[in-house]
């Protein structure tokens, strides 16, 4: 009969303590989805309204199905930091703790989109808190899901962060296109791209040049700060796309070269070619 009582009493232990490893598991892992609480039930509120964003956000942009998660907020819990993506707005990082000082920070606020192979990938989030000589940013990955929620958090290098968002609305295998998303006038744009290239007057690198400046004009990424190409014409770059092309103006440049200087020997005018001409 003791015998009996010590197993059942052991039985019963052993189950505690699974008991107790799932619900530290489950902690652990906790994923909280919060939509359009803005923050507001959250016990830590006067930090929050303490963090002070370096810019504003980009305009809303990109499928349209997915504007209806603007104003939403959703969050995850990892080790004892809560994290917290408002899509097209921000990303921000609050430790979990009642400690007076507890720590807040904004991740990086919305700029652009990440586009891969012409399909939207992700949103870049930049401009976040400083972090020595730069400002912390994050990427946030679109996956497909069975509800909207945060489902991973990571630092890859050092104030860049990459978190992954699951949805129902990038399921589709079309629903990250970029093409569709364009106006028409763009996407006649496209479609000359796409000749040119199929014509063989562009190369590769010139029609990935190209289709990125049409993803700016379309409000899709941040064009790159002017001084970055400085003394480049953009309608001579495209012209020179292909090295045949550039080949084909450089002879015909040499020979209006040599047709001026003929020109200047018939009138008797001293001339000498500089070096490199
Ligand atoms: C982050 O975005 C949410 C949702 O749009 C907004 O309510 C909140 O004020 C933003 N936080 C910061 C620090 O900008
Ligand atoms: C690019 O996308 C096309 C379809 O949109 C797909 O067939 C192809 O495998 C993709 N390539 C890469 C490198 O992802
Ligand atoms: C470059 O473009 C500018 C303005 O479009 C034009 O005036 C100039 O002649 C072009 N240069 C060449 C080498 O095509």
């Excluded at 006067?46 to 809303?60: A, D, G, V, Y």
């Excluded at 979990?96 to 720590?103: D, E, K």
């Excluded at 589709?172 to 199929?198: I, N, R």
């Excluded at 064009?223 to 770059?237: C, Q």
Aim: proline share 5%; net charge neutral; charged share 20%.
């Amino acid at each position: 009969m003791d015998r009996w009582r010590f197993a059942r009493a052991q039985q019963l232990l052993l189950l505690l303590l699974a008991l107790h490893a799932q619900l530290v598991l489950a902690g652990k892992m906790k994923i909280v989805e919060e939509p359009n609480t803005f923050g507001l039930n959250n016990p830590f509120l006067p930090q929050i309204n303490k963090l002070q964003p370096n810019m504003e956000p980009s305009p809303i942009s990109g499928p349209s199905h997915l504007t209806r998660l603007a104003g939403k907020c959703f969050s995850f819990v990892e080790s004892s930091y809560k994290y917290e993506f408002c899509p097209f707005h921000n990303v921000t990082q609050h430790e979990q703790t009642f400690r007076w000082n507890a720590y807040s920070g904004i991740l990086g606020i919305w700029q652009e989109w990440a586009i891969e192979n012409n399909t939207f990938v992700g949103m870049w989030m930049r401009e976040g808190d400083s972090c020595g000589s730069k400002n912390r940013q994050t990427k946030v990955l679109l996956v497909c899901g069975r509800s909207n929620k945060l489902v991973h958090v990571s630092e890859p290098s050092t104030c860049i962060y990459s978190i992954t968002f699951e949805t129902p609305l990038v399921c589709h295998p079309h629903s990250l296109l970029v093409y569709p998303t364009l106006s028409a006038s763009l996407q006649q744009k496209w479609d000359d791209v796409e000749q040119s290239f199929y014509d063989e007057l562009i190369t590769e690198q010139g029609y990935k040049k190209l289709l990125k400046t049409l993803f700016e004009e379309a409000g899709y990424l941040k064009p790159v700060a002017e001084n970055a190409i400085e003394g480049l014409d953009k309608s001579n770059v495209t012209k020179f796309g292909s090295l045949g092309k550039c080949q084909e103006q450089y002879e015909e440049l040499s020979k209006e070269l040599k047709r001026l200087e003929d020109l200047l020997t018939q009138h008797g005018i001293s001339h000498e070619r500089r070096a490199g001409v």
